[in-house]
């Protein structure tokens, strides 16, 4: 393990600037391992998801009231 963060990403194993990274003090160089637009397209992927799952139980739940 290398002490210094070199700026790569863990996801797209793209080397970025630190700028492209989202701040995070529990971390361990300060930032996180994903970078920015990893994290907003993993976070838009759960966000889809979710709404998938709702429009299943709502129509799960229209199929019970009929
Ligand atoms: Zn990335």
Known sequence: MSKTFKGQCIRCLEIKSLDQFA???????????????????????????????????IAKAKEELI
Not at 38 to 48: L, Q
């Open 23 to 57: 701040k995070d003090k529990r971390a361990k160089f300060g930032v996180r391992s994903i970078c920015k637009s990893c994290h907003n397209a993993e976070a838009n992927k759960r966000y889809h998801d979710r709404q998938a799952y709702i429009r299943e139980l």
